[in-house]
Nanobody, 124 residues
């Protein structure tokens, strides 16, 4: 059973920073592609960033240059450092795991495991 638990969300002023963490249970974490997605109020879930087992990464245009995804395979944890936050970054943030090794997908449907989400609210 693979479980993902996010933490680090909260309320921050525009221009501020937060770091989200996602702890993954299971022995094969190091082989998963890990992704961060978000769901703003009243909108569909959208891709934020993803990182392969080798550390290759990709970002949505809306967060590129402000957010950084990283992983520590010794701690079974993936991180999302969010800087220069904007009110439009307000959303529930989810981490997800894709068991496929050779791809970095932006499509939620291709991820196999999901966390419960953590709320990020950016005030103006």
């Amino acid at each position: 059973q693979v479980q993902l638990v996010e933490s680090g969300g909260g309320l921050v002023q525009a221009g501020g920073s937060l770091r989200l963490s996602c702890l993954v249970s299971g022995r094969t974490f190091s082989s998963y592609t890990m992704g961060w997605f978000r769901q703003p109020p009243g909108k569909e879930r959208e891709f934020v960033a993803a990182i392969s087992w080798r550390g290759g990464n990709t970002y949505s245009d809306s967060v590129k240059g402000r957010f950084t995804i990283s992983r520590d395979n010794t701690k079974n944890t993936v991180y999302l450092q969010m800087n220069s936050l904007k009110p439009e970054d307000t959303a529930v943030y989810y981490c997800a795991a894709d068991r496929r090794v050779l791809t970095i997908s932006r499509r939620p449907i291709e991820y196999d495991y999901w966390g419960q989400g953590t709320q990020v609210t950016v005030s103006s």
